[in-house]
């Protein structure tokens, strides 16, 4: 089975920057849906962005704000997720996730049922 593991997390100053990335093993994330999501506690999982099968890339607009870029490394197998001008509404604990089935896009991708396995989350705080 996949395993995924998250990183790059940390703490960080409004209007700062961070990457988050995700290695992979165990399933090539260029033939599976992948998604980026964050929890806070005492709220439920949000969806960020995606990188569908195919390669289309999808945000929550709600979040993204301009501010948010998805991409994979095919050769690495690796997903990441580069975030600008951070403030504090974004401090959460950032999961990356692959669909359960390859070459195959659901079409409600921003709900977590969908997805499996899980990364074990890389915490995000901003904060001055």
């Known amino acids: 089975q996949a395993n995924l593991v998250e990183s790059g997390g940390g703490l960080v100053q409004p209007g700062g920057s961070l990457r988050l990335s995700c290695a992979v093993s165990?399933?090539?994330?260029?033939?599976?849906?992948m998604g980026w999501f964050r929890q806070v506690p005492g709220k439920e999982r949000e969806f960020v962005a995606g990188?569908?099968?195919?390669?289309?890339?999808?945000y929550n607009a709600y979040i993204h704000k301009g501010r948010f870029t998805i991409s994979r490394d095919s050769v690495k197998n690796m997903l990441y997720l580069q975030m600008d001008s951070l403030n504090a509404e974004d401090t959460a604990v950032y999961y990356c996730a692959s669909v359960s089935r390859p070459d195959y896009i659901p079409s409600d991708y921003q709900k977590v049922a969908n997805y499996d396995p899980w990364g074990q989350g890389t915490q995000v705080t901003v904060s001055s």
């Open positions: 990188i569908l099968w195919n390669g289309e890339i999808v």
């Open positions: 165990g399933r090539t994330i260029s033939t599976y849906t």
